[in-house]
Nanobody, 125 residues
Framework: QVQLVESGGGLVQAGGSLRLSCAASGRTFAMYTMGWFRQAPGKEREFVATINWSGGNRYYADSVKGRFTISRDNAKNMVYLQMNSLKPEDTAVYYC??????????????????WGQGTQVTVSS
């Protein structure tokens, strides 16, 4: 069982930056694939980024590639999402997710077993 708690959301102007953090419980954190998803009002939850247990594999949605960076610190049981050059369309609730395996469907909700409660990111124009 893994419990996830996101933090770092807030209100930022377009072009600004935020860093989201996700704190995970459990001594097996280093074995988990971690992902970030987001859900905007009236839209389905969508994939943002994922990182494997070692950090050696990272994948991004096309909409955030080159602007967002996912990273992890296994010693601290933390995963991060550095978001730069933010746009109003990045406004959403951002969720941290985890799974023990490397899911072939890493871009889908179905690939993850554990979820945080979400943190709101609002980008003003």
């Amino acid at each position: 069982q893994v419990q996830l708690v996101e933090s770092g959301g807030g209100l930022v102007q377009a072009g600004g930056s935020l860093r989201l953090s996700c704190a995970a419980s459990g001594r097996t954190f280093a074995m988990y694939t971690m992902g970030w998803f987001r859900q905007a009002p009236g839209k389905e939850r969508e994939f943002v980024a994922t990182i494997n247990w070692s950090g050696g594999n990272r994948y991004y949605a096309d909409s955030v590639k080159g602007r967002f960076t996912i990273s992890r610190d296994n010693a601290k049981n933390m995963v991060y999402l550095q978001m730069n050059s933010l746009k109003p369309e990045d406004t959403a609730v951002y969720y941290c997710a985890a799974t023990i395996k490397w899911p072939p469907n890493y871009y889908s909700d179905d690939g993850y077993d554990y979820w945080g409660q979400g943190t709101q990111v609002t980008v003003s124009s």
